[in-house]
């Protein structure tokens, strides 16, 4: 086991900059979730670690050791393709062991590992079949198992669960926390699906275009989000972001709650008076801002702040989801209970926002950079 | 309610499947006008031929010119498949198989490996190396025969100069065609490698790697079983062909050469017994051998290929 650096690291394919100076640490045991949508470079940086792509500035390390040049097969990685990648002309048992086999591992061991891998993955009656014979979800823990079988220092995952359907997925994605737990080994795991990564990562690292957002443990990542792309593209749905202005409570264009001095973001149709913990740190700045509300943080109440029209209302079971356009024209979800009551379509509703400081996230509409610190 | 629609819906029946007919007549009919020109270009060309020759199979022409061809059942089958004649260039015909497939394909192997390769300028040599399977039988003959000549070619000039020349040479007479034709299916060849090493998925490579596998393991262990399919058709699809190899033959060393014998594969043999010997009752019986290898042959890949499709991943 080993923790994986990442110093400066750049990767560049002809004019495209697919991993821009990256500079990130997963400690020895940890499982970091590489999060982005898709071209964002995070596979380009998992590969990296494996050496399947040469780095262009900046260096990787495993260990204590530089592995820049350090050919794949040398590096002591475990890698998961989205593909499985089995090797179709080999059964279970020999994929498995194929890793065995290359390092020249010695028969005896190589049965006894092969047979630990397979049962730890309940493959063991599996072993002598082709991979065609198996289904997604068989094959996916095969190729877990030619991954853990010859005890890597790092495993590295690309998007291991995105070939199996929904139900199969969750029951997927709880082994292979747990398996991670159990063998402590640390891990890159990249995915596009934030459920994922809130689920499995002790912590998340967010990228887009090529660059790191904000790494994070999940809880702090959806707390504290460090600019408008991570707030946006963490949660389902995403945090309504609203472009408006700060303004104080008395001054021109000021209307709405609150009582005279406070700090208001002001937008056509609305002024939402902001908590002092989050107002105090922030006055002086702007005044173009944008304004972060989680839809669980809003609730439909006569006395609510912002006046909007109801869109959509998308019922979901155990929750509903009211999409409302403000007079500014931005799109606000409200996430509602199952209890409470839906509005009409087209009908005028007002938004409240909760009390909680917590509640209010304050970004520099200019860079996107978050305001508030955490 | 139901059998209210039933009857409501009965009486309608008839006219509509008899106009349905009636459309699908006319469509069958257009069909086959579509068909026509096909057919007969077959039927002349292929299937009357085919047919025909089971029938000259059972005639026997005298030896003396003039004489009518008389009908001798299947008695004259085994003496023509036991003649030396025959077994001599059956015997000619497996030997340059042996000697064009396997060099051809490997090479052909070797090329595509060699240009699958992510390197800039590669397509270039992609157009050179598939260009053969363009050029003419004739054209490549005639340069080879060039290249092969004693006096102004390249073998003098790179210091190998056989006595008799190659191509009259009974040793190097045969090797030198089968040279021509490894040339003319390298272009085929290098193809259809080509195509088998793009179906060849990055990931399975790349997962080998870092498996701990080297570049020679991983071109034994993975490219070359997962090309096997590839690597099958290529040979029975080249062993076909080669079994047909006529042009070469007949370009370089005709009819009236010494070393004639040693070259004497199938076709041109069928075609000798045809036209030189005025017997086409033996060469039926030849050609008709040909055609049974060529069958076997054909029907060896065709099995394969269906289970091929059951060992998709």
């Excluded at chain 1, 592995?67 to 590096?75: E, L, S, Y």
């Excluded at chain 1, 062991?97 to 006894?112: A, I, N, S, Y």
């Excluded at chain 2, 040599?125 to 390249?154: E, K, Q």
Aim: charged residues 15%; hydrophobic residues 45%; neutral net charge.
């Amino acid at each position: 086991m080993a923790q994986v650096s990442f110093d400066g690291v750049t990767k560049r394919f002809g004019d495209t900059t697919a991993v821009d100076d990256l500079t990130l640490s997963i400690p020895d045991g940890e499982l970091l979730v590489l999060l982005g949508s898709s071209g964002c470079g995070k596979t380009t940086a998992l590969r990296l670690v494996a050496g399947l792509e040469e780095i262009s500035d900046g260096t990787v390390s495993i260990g204590d050791r530089v592995v820049n040049d350090v050919d794949p097969k040398d590096r002591d990685v475990a890698m998961v393709f989205q593909s499985y990648a089995l090797y179709p002309h080999l059964t279970v048992g020999k994929n498995i062991e194929f890793p065995l086999r290359q390092r020249g591992v010695d028969k005896e061991e190589r049965v006894t590992k092969v047979k630990r891998a397979a049962e730890t993955l309940g493959l063991g009656d599996l072993l002598g079949r082709k991979p065609a014979q198996l289904s997604g979800g068989q094959r996916q823990r095969v190729a877990l198992a030619r991954a853990i079988v010859r005890e890597p220092l790092v495993f590295l995952m690309d998007e291991p669960l995105s070939n199996l359907d929904a139900a199969l997925r969750v029951q997927t994605r709880a082994d292979i926390v747990e398996l991670q737990s159990r063998l402590k080994t640390t891990t890159l795991y990249v995915t596009h699906d934030q459920v994922e990564a809130m689920t499995m990562g002790h912590r998340i690292a967010v990228m887009s275009a090529g660059r790191l957002q904000q790494v994070a443990a999940p809880e702090d990542l959806y707390a504290h989000p460090t600019n408008v792309f991570v707030a946006h593209f963490l949660g389902s749905p995403g945090m309504n972001l609203v472009e408006g202005m700060l303004v104080e409570n008395g001054s021109p264009g000021a209307s709405g709650g609150g009582s005279r001095g406070t700090l208001c973001v002001a937008f056509a149709g609305a002024s939402v008076p902001l908590p002092a913990e989050v107002a105090d740190p922030v006055r002086g700045s702007g005044p173009d801002v944008v304004l972060g509300l989680r839809p669980e943080a809003l609730r439909l109440s006569p006395d609510g702040v912002i006046a909007a029209n109801v869109i959509i209302v998308e019922l979901l079971g155990a929750e509903t989801h009211v999409i409302c356009h403000t007079e500014s024209g931005a799109r606000i979800i409200v996430r509602q209970s199952a209890g409470a009551t839906k509005p009409a379509l087209g009908e005028a509703v007002r938004i409240a926002v909760d009390a909680d400081p917590e509640a209010y996230h304050l970004f520099d509409a200019t860079t996107g950079e978050r305001l508030v610190g955490p | 309610m139901t059998a209210a629609t039933g009857a409501a819906a009965a009486p309608k029946a008839p006219a509509r499947s008899h106009g349905l007919r009636s459309r699908m007549r006319k469509e069958a009919a257009l069909a086959y006008v579509l068909l026509l020109p096909a057919l007969v270009l077959f039927g002349v060309f292929s299937f009357y031929p085919f047919l025909r020759n089971f029938k000259l199979m059972l005639y026997e022409t005298p030896p003396v010119p003039g004489l009518p061809s008389h009908y001798v059942g299947l008695h004259q089958i085994i003496p023509t498949i036991t003649s030396t004649q025959f077994t001599q260039s059956l015997v000619t015909t497996i030997v340059f198989v042996i000697l064009v497939v396997p060099i051809s394909l490997l090479l052909g192997l070797a090329l595509a490996v060699a240009a699958h390769r992510k390197l800039k300028g590669m397509a270039v040599y992609r157009v050179i190396f598939s260009s053969t399977v363009v050029s003419s039988v004739a054209v490549a003959s005639v340069v080879f025969g060039t290249l092969l000549n004693p006096v102004v070619g390249l073998l003098p000039w790179l210091g190998i100069n056989p006595t008799p020349p190659a191509l009259e040479n009974t040793t190097w007479a045969l090797p030198s065609v089968a040279l021509i034709t490894i040339w003319q299916f390298l272009g085929l060849s290098f193809i259809i490698m080509s195509a088998g090493l793009q179906s060849v998925p990055d990931e399975l490579l790349e997962a080998a790697r870092i498996d701990g596998a080297g570049s020679w393991t991983r071109f034994w262990r993975m490219t070359v079983p997962l090309l096997s399919p590839t690597i099958f058709f290529a040979v029975v699809v080249s062993t076909i062909y080669a079994f047909q190899a006529f042009g070469a033959v007949d370009i370089l060393i005709g009819n009236q050469n010494a070393v004639r014998l040693h070259t004497n594969v199938l076709i041109y043999n069928i075609l000798n017994t045809l036209q030189i010997e005025s017997n086409p009752g033996a060469a039926a019986i030849m050609a008709t051998v040909l055609f049974l290898i060529i069958l076997g042959l054909t029907l060896l890949q065709l099995r394969f290929l269906e289970r091929r499709v059951s060992y998709a991943r």
